[in-house]
């Protein structure tokens, strides 16, 4: 069975792009936003587009956008919020050494499984081993119906569980096949249930907690499992040779690189007070046994944090000065980094992602900006930005020397 990627619901669709600063730069920015827009519309088997597509994560990077800004680079590439690993996949796509952090451990594993190398007989055994799981667990489901011995009606009178009890059931049974694999087979299963969560939640989408109705049959869940395990055999392909990509749990204000070390940067940081990256993945989080607490404490930009403390702006000013002093520091004299940052609204004024990252750090110089024009959304955006346009931005830096 060929499964199909789905295209990003990002709204990088639109060839119009405005920039400024230094020629060549703006060109390069300019060609990254455009690729997005031409890549948006096609859709491909997923062994073109790697592994990208295979596990959803909010605000992942257009996979074509970053393609063009990794070939900028020669050497080692960091991306300090890796989030799902685009930057990872893309600098394996091209050869390149890369490092990419994160503090979410679901991250971490994700974009781990996505670079790792895996053989043609590891692929083999990993939808073997898929198969087999989804068929014994759908029968499993389906003789419990038979003999009305339901599984545990855990969640069942729960009108706020995110999950119907028999969606519940069935996940539950597949994680207890899988766990019972080899590790390397268990943690590339355990990537592909992850992948499906939301999809079989009462979630709105992976963004909105809202709890909606939806029709999630029985086998549905195994069904999707068994799709989501295909498309990560065909993205692997790719993998089998190629430089090392690493993934790994960090706070991207405190890396653990030496100076000076890394030729590039590719990232998108949080853009300030949007999301709460540790709340769309509760539930992944939950079923691979780790508490989000930690993760929430450490998060830059969290929306919690814009919605709670009266001092945002200052806290963000300092997130933001951290992790950019962060990059400069571990930044070879004379490397790029390249950043994808959104303006937003920080207490009822607009917020200009592309001014504030110009003077962050004297290490820096700032190069070019390249932005395109966004959707205002609800009341609060149309009346701080009010006339003017709300962008995102690709942004690039230099450090000095
Ligand atoms: C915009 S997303 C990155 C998406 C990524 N570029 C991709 O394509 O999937 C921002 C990421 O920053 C991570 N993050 C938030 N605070 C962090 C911190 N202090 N250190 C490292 N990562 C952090 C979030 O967990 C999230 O994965």
């Excluded at 509760?282 to 780790?290: D, F, H, N, P, V």
């Excluded at 929306?303 to 001092?311: G, H, P, S």
């Excluded at 951290?322 to 070879?332: D, P, Y």
Aim: charged share 30%; with cysteine.
């Amino acid at each position: 069975m060929a499964v199909r990627q789905k295209r990003s619901l990002s709204e990088w669709r639109s060839p119009n792009v405005v920039s400024r600063g230094d020629k060549q730069y703006s060109a390069i920015l300019e060609k990254s936003i455009k690729a997005a827009a031409g890549d948006h519309l096609a859709r491909r088997p997923a062994k073109e587009d790697l592994t990208h597509g295979f596990h959803p994560y909010a605000a992942k990077m257009p996979p074509a956008l970053t393609r063009v800004l990794v070939r900028q680079i020669e050497g080692t590439i960091l991306d300090p919020f890796c989030g799902s690993g685009t930057t990872l996949v893309e600098a394996k796509r091209a050869k390149r050494e890369a490092v990419g952090f994160d503090i979410n451990p679901l991250s971490v594993r994700l974009a781990k499984i996505k670079t790792t190398p895996h053989s043609k007989g590891f692929r083999k055994t990993l939808l073997d081993r898929a198969n087999r799981i989804a068929r014994a667990v759908t029968s499993q489901g389906r003789e419990a119906r038979g003999t009305g011995n339901r599984a545990s009606k855990r969640n069942s009178d729960d009108p706020e569980s995110p999950f119907s009890p028999h969606v519940y059931n069935e996940l539950i049974a597949l994680q207890a096949a899988i766990n019972k694999e080899k590790p390397d087979i268990r943690e590339a299963l355990l990537m592909c249930l992850s992948a499906i969560v939301t999809k079989v939640s009462k979630k709105t989408s992976e963004t909105d907690r809202r709890l909606v109705h939806k029709s999630i049959g029985r086998g549905l869940p195994s069904k999707l499992f068994m799709q989501r395990a295909i498309e990560l055999r065909d993205g692997l392909h790719a993998t089998e040779t190629s430089p090392v990509v690493w993934a790994l749990q960090a706070d991207a204000r405190k890396l653990p690189l030496l100076n000076n070390t890394i030729d590039g940067v590719i990232t998108s940081p949080p853009y300030p007070g949007v999301y709460d990256y540790w709340r769309h993945h509760q539930e992944r989080l939950a079923l691979l046994g780790y508490s989000d607490r930690s993760m929430r404490k450490l998060e830059v930009g969290s929306r919690r944090d814009a919605k709670r403390k009266e001092d945002f702006a200052k806290v963000w000013k300092q997130e933001l000065t951290e992790f950019v002093a962060e990059m400069a520091r571990v930044t070879k004299p004379g490397g790029t980094i390249y950043m994808v940052i959104g303006d937003t609204v920080i207490d009822g004024a607009p917020w200009i992602a592309s001014k504030e990252s110009a003077e962050l750090d004297d290490r820096l110089e700032w190069l070019a900006a390249a932005g395109q024009k966004r959707t205002l959304r609800g009341a609060r955006e149309k009346q701080a930005f009010a006339g003017k346009p709300k962008r995102e931005w690709v942004i690039a830096l230099r450090k000095k020397g």
